[in-house]
Structure formats: structure tokens, C-alpha cells
């Protein structure tokens, strides 16, 4: 079977996974800019390596615990559609390979998260790591309205 990397990640304490390919950079976070009538998920934007990119608060877009900025909140960076986003996470801590027969498939009620994001459940010796699909995470809606924070 074929390993795949993924990029670990933590909310409220819970780890989290996503493909590394889908991975642009990893940054540390910086205070965005808030932008008025924008999606509630949405903390603003921010100038990342020149180029303005919407930032989108996971734990809010999950309805978890409030976000509490510390040194290891990162932002990880994708592309979707094209156009760059940047979620905000606790912390950002490895990158793992995971064997694909140790991915299976997610029980029902696993999680606090929606279902719909969650491809799977990797075992790491004694850790489990949801694998989350980053582009899933929004709407196509919300994907337009994204988009349409361009600034001028």
C-alpha cells in the first residue's frame, strides 16, 4: 500500500490531518486585518509574501472553543480554487506518513466537527489523526464570497 504525508494539526487539543499536497506554507499567525459584512469565520486578511489572503478561523467554522492567540497558533496556507486562504489552527506540530490500510474510514459521531470534512481516521501507533479535506470545509457560496474580498 501507498503512504501519504499529512501536515498534523491541533484544535482544542484534538489532532487533526491534512494532505500535504494540499499545503502551500505554514505560518506563524499575524493579526489580520478585519473586513467589514464578511462571513463570521472569516478573522480579516492579511499581507502574506506580498499577496492578500483571506484568513479563516477553523475553531469558529467548526463551532468550537473560542480561538486564544499563543506562540504556536499557525496559520496554514492552501490553495483553493486557485486562490490562496489561510486557516488558523492551534498549533501546526509534524508532518507524518500514514500507510493508507492504517486510514479507515470515519465513525459516525467521532467528532465535534461535521462529518462531511472528515475523510478518515489515521492510526499512528497510539494516536488517531482525523484526516480533514481543507477544500471541503467551505461552501461553494462561501467560496465566492472569499473570493470577492479582493482588495483593490
Do not use: C, W
Request: glycine share 6%.
Amino acid at each position: 500500500m501507498a503512504e501519504k504525508q499529512f501536515v498534523v494539526f491541533k484544535l482544542d487539543g484534538e489532532e487533526y490531518g491534512i494532505n500535504i499536497i494540499n499545503v502551500k506554507e505554514i505560518g506563524i499567525y499575524k493579526e489580520p486585518v478585519k473586513i467589514p459584512n464578511s462571513p463570521e469565520f472569516i478573522e480579516g486578511i492579511i499581507n502574506y509574501r506580498g499577496e492578500v489572503i483571506p484568513i479563516v478561523n477553523l475553531k469558529k467554522r467548526f463551532n468550537l472553543n473560542d480561538l486564544i492567540i499563543s506562540n504556536n497558533t499557525r496559520v496554514i496556507i492552501i490553495n483553493i480554487n486557485d486562490k490562496q486562504v489561510g486557516f488558523v489552527v492551534d498549533e501546526a506540530s509534524q508532518t507524518i506518513r500514514i500507510d493508507e490500510e492504517h486510514i479507515e474510514n470515519t465513525p459516525e459521531m467521532v467528532t465535534r466537527i461535521d462529518s462531511e470534512y472528515i475523510t478518515g481516521v489515521g492510526k499512528v501507533e497510539d494516536r488517531l489523526i482525523l484526516i480533514i479535506d481543507l477544500e471541503k470545509v467551505l461552501t461553494d457560496s462561501e467560496k465566492q464570497k472569499i473570493e470577492s474580498l479582493e482588495v483593490d
